[in-house]
């Protein structure tokens, strides 16, 4: 199959650069996690949303450290 590589699924450009802001996400109208998006240069059309690797959120619903 194709796969069609660094192409604004918008507007169809060649993506070589791209937008990259802060957001927040929010769960329940509260912010829990700092993210990042990534925005095509031409259209300002969301490609990706992923959360920020270099935040540390403290996850309850991790599982917690096997004692004993
Ligand atoms: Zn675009």
Known sequence: MAIIQGEC??????VLHVNVEHI?????GTSKARCLSYSC???NTIMGVQIDPRSKPRLR??????AS
């Open 41 to 43: 240069i031409h259209c």
């Open 24 to 28: 927040v996400g929010m769960v329940d």
């Open 9 to 14: 699924p918008k507007c169809g450009k060649r």
């Open 61 to 66: 619903s991790s599982k917690p450290p096997a």
